[in-house]
């Protein structure tokens, strides 16, 4: 069973709108064994989608359509659907009297226009909205049209079309997904080059983010079971090469993974930031049940700041300047004593486009991290990229020298 994803909206090739909703589905049909060879996108174009849907069918056995189910003129997917396959369009009763309940007295022509579907289709209830999902089968092959909003099509999908799509293949696909920090996706590559080269079941993609790699392990099997289990071998090896720059895998995040380990130890922690401007805090912030660990968040750009706020003395930066180990060091220090925490983490540094020089050149930082009872930490990293590319990897290695610390 092989798959393509049809993305319809004018708003998505003008670039107005991310389309996560076909990432969303290319992951759930991994899950389920159904292979997606290719993914399209076309505007609000009646001629072109019918054409779409055609050269879709010329390589996959199912078309996915994302958009263009709503009550305005340019929603044209059903009927680009129905024309395909040679059917009319009719009205499902059901949808019309869903809609009519839930108008409350304000309903009208084109609202009822969601309950326009494909004759002969099935219906993929919204328990979300007012346009239905719908499945079109003729002639061997399968159309699945799911509304554009993703808290409309993402529980549609899960709760109505899985059950469907299972019942069309009898593989499982699983996958694993390793997540490294503090080293680069081309030194992983070379230490997992033979890995990489000998692969068959399981696959290996390592890909890149800002200032991580992923190592995304698939494997295809008669259940999940059997595939879980032929991933593990080769997992373990990556582990065993690759650690402890692994540091967390699938879903979990590094700001999750630290919040957990600072719970686990009884830890509380503050946070003083100067060129990340207040990344980690939203990092730690954005993990639920960080208050029980996370107490203050400071953003002392300023030398005066750092000086008034956590007492950074004022002849240290005179001496040193305030992108310094010795000052990241006071600051961290700073951040624990002035909140009674016990761990400061501190970052300061020249995140440019402007102010670095040939002494401390752009990119330049230094990460200050105190725990209570051992000696204070500094960190010297030069990272390249772009002011935001600076701030974001600045967090994430300040964080992660935050969890080995722990981990260690």
């Not at 499902?92 to 409350?104: M, P, R, Y």
């Not at 772009?386 to 967090?395: D, V």
């Amino acid at each position: 069973m092989t798959a393509e994803i049809l993305s319809v909206g004018t708003e998505l090739l003008l670039g107005n709108i991310v389309n996560t909703n076909a990432a969303f589905i290319a992951q759930e049909l991994a899950k389920l064994g159904i292979s997606t060879y290719n993914q399209s996108t076309v505007g609000d174009n009646h001629e072109r989608l019918v054409a779409a849907f055609a050269h879709a069918f010329e390589t996959s056995d199912m078309v996915i359509t994302i958009g263009g189910l709503g009550p305005t003129l340019d929603d044209i997917t059903k009927a680009a659907a129905a024309e395909y396959f040679g059917v009319g369009l009719v009205m499902h009763e059901e949808t019309l009297s869903k809609i009519e309940a839930h108008s409350a007295g304000r309903f009208s022509e084109n609202i009822g226009r969601n309950a326009i579907i494909p004759e002969g289709c099935e219906i993929l209830l919204n328990d979300h909205g007012q346009a239905p999902g719908v499945v079109i089968e003729k002639n061997g092959k399968t159309a699945i049209l799911f509304p554009g909003p993703p808290h409309e099509l993402e529980p549609m999908f899960k709760n109505y079309a899985v059950p469907f799509l299972r019942t069309k293949t009898d593989r499982a696909l699983y996958s694993r997904t390793l997540k490294i920090i503090g080293i680069g996706e081309a030194k992983v590559e070379v230490m997992l080059q033979d890995l990489i080269e000998a692969q068959t079941n399981p696959t290996i993609a390592p890909y890149a983010k800002v200032g991580e790699v992923h190592i995304r392990l698939t494997a295809s099997a008669a259940n999940e079971t059997e595939a879980k289990n032929l991933i593990t071998p080769t997992a373990n090896e990556i582990y065993r090469r690759l650690s402890p720059n692994i540091y967390g895998e699938d879903d979990f995040t590094l700001p999750e993974i630290v919040i957990n380990l600072l719970k686990a130890q009884n830890h509380t922690i503050s946070v003083a930031e100067s060129c990340t401007g207040g990344l980690i805090a939203a990092d730690l912030v954005s993990v639920p049940g960080c208050s029980d660990t996370f107490l203050e968040g400071l953003v002392t750009y300023s030398n005066q700041a750092k000086t008034t706020r956590l007492n950074v003395p004022s002849a240290m930066l005179k001496a040193h300047g305030a992108v310094s180990p010795q000052v990241a060091a006071a600051m961290a220090e700073g951040a624990a004593k002035t909140s009674s925490a016990t761990i400061g983490i501190s970052t300061t540094g020249v995140a440019g486009p402007q102010g670095g020089t040939p002494e401390k050149p752009v990119g330049l930082v230094h990460i200050g991290l105190y725990i209570q009872g051992r000696e204070t930490q500094t960190f010297k990293y030069n990272i390249p990229g772009n002011r935001n590319i600076i701030r974001t990897r600045a967090t994430k290695i300040a964080l992660d020298q935050l969890r080995r610390a722990l981990e260690g």
